[in-house]
Nanobody, 123 residues
């Protein structure tokens, strides 16, 4: 059983940065991992994903060039560095893990989910 716990969310002004972390219990080295977000009244959308060995990585077009996903196998942690944040990035952010998703952006292809961490960006 894998348990995921996100942290690092908060409130920032537009243009600011945050670094989200996802700590995992259980061995995650063989899992494909991703970050998703969901704003009130919207569907959960994929933000970024990373293969077990660290590459390749995938990004949504809206965050490409601003966000960076990474993982540290030594401490079983997934990260999302978010720079140049925009008000439209405001959402609850979730990390997820799966064995072999058919599409990196499909939430239903991920097996384990964290409880989320809130990111709020003000203009």
């Amino acid at each position: 059983q894998v348990q995921l716990v996100e942290s690092g969310g908060g409130s920032v002004q537009a243009g600011g940065s945050l670094r989200l972390s996802c700590s995992a219990s259980g061995y995650l080295a063989s899992y494909f991992m991703g970050w998703f977000r969901q704003a009130p009244g919207t569907e959960r959308e994929a933000v970024a994903a990373i293969y077990p060995r660290g590459n390749p990585r995938y990004y949504a077009g809206s965050v490409s060039g601003r966000f960076t996903i990474s993982r540290d196998a030594s401490d079983n942690t997934l990260y999302l560095q978010m720079n140049n944040l925009k008000p439209e990035d405001t959402a609850m952010y979730y990390c997820a893990a799966g064995r072999s998703p058919s599409r990196w952006s499909a939430p239903h292809d991920y097996t384990y989910w964290g409880q989320g961490t809130q990111v709020t960006v003000s203009s």
